[in-house]
């Protein structure tokens, strides 16, 4: 009898220990190349963590959490009230907020356009539709093109909100599925506009921005970000449902620490303090 409990309790030690749960991260697409890398540098720390990273949108993402499909929401708009108030219902919960790095929306225009320098009111007349033309603003006697994100990516809402004033985009507005489709799109139209993260400037070139015909032009920076004086900044979010802990909690406090914010500024975005 010895010797059989021996084999068995042998048997039960020997078997492996399960992986630990993979933790999910989806939405924001301005914040995809971000999570990615951020992701990539945490697991090589910690080789038993798993970190997926998926787009799709800031709504994706918000929407994923509160059907319980992700982990974290990566958003570049702060949450609605109305998905805080989904979430409370189903999980009763508010949910956990963490602004994990600052960007400057920025303002794409080809390489080859004249123009420099925007107002705010410019950028809401061109985006109305109530201008049409680049000698509107200085620019040569062309049609402008606009390029657009959709209606559930974060930059969307933010720019719709911020710029437009809560005014609805111009129908001659090209929606296109990812900041990068609108940077591509831009590289290639001379009479291209755009707008998204500034991480992803790349054979563009940021436009000034200015706060009205007075001010200065800013573009997007560190110092400028920081200080207020570029008028287009924003937070970027991560949400989860519950108060994290385990890998999760691991994953987001080394984030928000000198390592994972010296990749925040790598990939060209701002950190947060």
């Known amino acids: 009898m010895k010797r059989l409990f021996a084999i068995a309790l042998t048997?039960?030690?020997?078997?492996?220990?399960?992986?630990?749960k993979a933790v999910t991260v989806k939405?924001?697409?301005t914040m995809v190349i971000m999570n990615a890398r951020l992701a990539e540098g945490f697991m090589s720390k910690n080789p038993g963590a798993t970190i997926q990273v998926t787009?799709?949108?800031s709504g994706v993402g918000i929407a994923a959490l509160i059907n319980g499909t992700t982990d974290i929401a990566a958003s570049s708009r702060p949450i609605r009230a109305s998905e805080v108030d989904k979430l409370k219902q189903r999980f009763a919960t508010t949910g956990f907020t963490f602004a994990i790095a600052r960007d400057g929306l920025s303002v794409y225009l080809?390489?080859?356009n004249p123009v420099r320098e925007l107002t705010m009111q410019q950028l809401f007349d061109i985006y109305t539709g109530k201008f049409t033309n680049w000698k509107q603003v200085g620019g040569n006697d062309a049609t402008i093109i606009l390029y657009s994100r959709e209606n559930s990516s974060?930059?969307?809402?933010?720019?719709?909100?911020n710029v437009l004033r809560g005014k609805d985009f111009s129908p001659r507005a090209q929606t296109l599925q990812g900041t990068?489709?609108?940077v591509n799109a831009v590289a290639n139209d001379p009479n291209g506009i755009?707008?998204?993260?500034?991480a992803y400037a790349k054979g563009i070139r940021f436009a000034g921005v200015k706060k009205d015909?007075?001010?200065?032009?800013y573009t997007p920076s560190l110092e400028t970000v920081r200080s207020g004086q570029y008028p287009i900044s924003r937070y970027l979010y991560l949400y989860s449902r519950t108060r994290p802990s385990g890998h999760m909690k691991k994953f987001i406090d080394w984030s928000l620490g000198p390592e994972g914010q010296q990749i925040v500024t790598k990939v060209g975005y701002f950190p947060v303090k």
């Open 11 to 20: 048997t039960v030690i020997a078997v492996p220990a399960m992986a630990a």
């Open 27 to 29: 939405g924001s697409d």
């Open 55 to 57: 787009g799709g949108g």
């Open 110 to 112: 080809n390489e080859r």
């Open 154 to 161: 974060g930059t969307y809402i933010y720019f719709r909100d």
């Open 180 to 182: 990068a489709a609108v």
């Open 194 to 198: 755009g707008y998204g993260g500034a």
């Open 213 to 217: 015909e007075k001010s200065p032009a």
